[in-house]
């Protein structure tokens, strides 16, 4: 299994550009999730979803929105990309909801 | 609302030394704790998890040890390896509402010296 895959690794976008975070997974997990990173700082819950067509807001949406039409997929969308999107996004999925979750490698994006 | 903190951003230690890492939590409806490792440039891994009718939870050269009085959480890393270096996190699940998200505290960066 390959897991947890997110592309692209690295991007670099300017202001008020849209682009799709790609998250796939071959668990066939339920749960999936996209976190952010800030240097020095914790995840941060962006969204998540319980299972195909169910989303869910989390702690910090504003400027983002996902999609989930298939249990293997999760995009993550940004729209009009700010300076404040810059960081590394996390995507995780679980079988059974807010446990052990499986976490790809990053997706780290810049913002200028 | 529901905090996870830490109480050192940073600890340092000698190989083979034990290596303890703390949190602290203000939720006292979370009923579910656990501990990630992150090595650099790389995503969370988790360690060990712990339900918060228990008090400790070993795992291998890993104990989580939860205080639910004062709210405060501990990992306790045996015989520390130079592998052991990282970032690690405590998380929380709440309850209700909150069941399926887990919140992140900010990490203490664990150094190993050879």
Not at chain 1, 16 to 29: A, E, I
Not at chain 2, 39 to 50: N, R, T, Y
Request: aromatic share 10%; proline share 4%; net charge neutral.
């Amino acid at each position: 299994n390959a897991g947890v895959t997110q592309t692209p690794k690295f991007h670099i976008l300017k202001i008020g550009q849209s682009m799709t975070l790609q998250c796939t997974q071959d668990m066939n997990h339920n749960y999936m999730y996209w976190y952010r990173q800030d240097p020095g700082m914790g995840l941060k819950l962006i969204y998540y979803s319980v299972g195909a067509g169910i989303t869910d807001k989390g702690e910090v949406p504003n400027g983002y929105n996902v999609s989930r039409s298939t249990t293997e997929d999760f995009p993550l969308r940004l729209e009009l990309a700010a300076p404040s999107q810059t960081s590394v996004y996390f995507c995780a999925s679980s079988p059974q909801g807010a446990g052990e979750l499986f976490f790809g490698e990053g997706s780290r994006l810049t913002v200028l | 609302g529901e905090s996870v903190g830490l109480h050192l951003p940073t600890l340092s230690v000698q190989e083979g030394d034990n290596s303890i890492i703390n949190c602290a939590y203000s939720n006292s409806a979370s009923d579910y704790f656990i501990w990630y490792k992150q090595e650099s440039g790389k995503g969370p891994q988790f360690i060990i998890d712990i339900r918060s009718n228990m008090d400790k939870r070993q795992g291998q050269r890993v104990t989580v040890l939860l205080n639910k009085t004062v709210k405060h959480l501990s990992l306790q890393i045996a015989a520390t390896q130079p592998g052991d270096s990282a970032v690690y996190f405590c998380a929380e699940k709440g309850s209700g509402g909150s069941n399926y998200k887990l919140t992140f505290g900010k990490g203490t960066l664990l150094t190993v010296n050879p």
